[in-house]
């Protein structure tokens, strides 16, 4: 059962225009929606995260817009540059586990962004 | 500041036989997380070790084992490897799990299994 689901798997965008890439969860006992970057032979670097009592959170160029009812989050990258090109995965967690330690990610399967010149 | 170090980068590896994959966490973290991440998809939870004991699993037999060090490294063990093991295996650490306590990826372990 995929508990994240990301589209769209590749994305082509010219520089300067706006990249969408969008998710869906079905746990909603998720309380935490981070976007992770990943750059070929690297691991994931975190980009920006929001939680559910917040509509939207802007960071820079990057924006998550999060839909608590429809259970959907989106990222939005404004004036997109060719240093852009990544994948990009959305996750969730609950954060309010019971349990010791830190908490699990579940990752959506990821969205090839290239940004064309 | 170091981040999370993972070694070795690269491995082949033989069906069948047993392999050990290592981490460094990130100076002041203490708990540290094991992905893995097949070609093309995202990075699937395979368990989590805090205070030397595994406290989260994900959905993986228990052909795939770790241990956690007093200075907060981490080893992953995988047993009878079988084809479908060739992967990158990433290793995330943080502190808490606050919405300020971000997980820190590795760049990983790149296991090729023939």
């Known amino acids: 059962q995929q508990q994240v689901k990301q589209s769209p798997q590749s994305l082509i965008v010219q520089k300067g225009g706006i990249s969408i890439i969008n998710c869906a969860y079905e746990?909603?006992?998720?309380?935490?929606f981070p976007w992770y970057q990943q750059f070929p032979g690297k691991g994931p670097a975190l980009l920006i995260a929001?939680?559910?009592?917040?509509s939207e959170k802007k960071e820079g160029r990057f924006t998550i817009s999060f839909n608590k009812s429809a259970k959907q989050f989106s990222l939005h990258i404004m004036d997109s540059q060719p240093g852009d090109s990544a994948t990009y995965f959305c996750?969730?967690?609950?954060?309010?586990?019971?349990?010791?330690?830190?908490?699990?990610?579940?990752f959506g399967k990821g969205t090839k962004l290239s940004v064309i010149p | 500041d170091a981040g999370v170090t993972q070694s070795p980068t690269h491995l082949i590896k033989t069906r069948g036989q047993q392999v050990t994959l290592r981490c460094s966490p990130k100076?002041?973290?203490?708990?540290v997380s094991w992905y893995q991440q097949a070609l093309g998809q995202g990075p699937q939870f395979i368990f989590q070790?805090?205070?030397?004991?595994?406290?989260q699993r994900g959905n993986f037999p228990d052909r795939f084992s770790g241990h956690q060090f007093p200075n907060y490294s981490s080893e992953l063990n995988v047993n009878a490897l079988l084809l479908g093991d060739s992967a990158l295996y990433l290793c995330?650490?943080?502190?808490?799990?606050?919405?300020?306590?971000?997980?820190?990826f590795g760049n990983g372990t790149r296991l090729t299994v023939t």
């Open positions: 995330a650490s943080s502190r808490g799990r606050g919405y300020n306590s971000p997980l820190h």
């Open positions: 746990n909603t006992a998720f309380d935490y």
């Open positions: 929001i939680r559910p009592d917040v």
């Open positions: 996750a969730a967690s609950r954060l309010s586990y019971s349990g010791a330690g830190s908490y699990q990610l579940t």
């Open positions: 100076s002041g973290h203490d708990t």
């Open positions: 070790y805090y205070e030397e004991e595994e406290r």
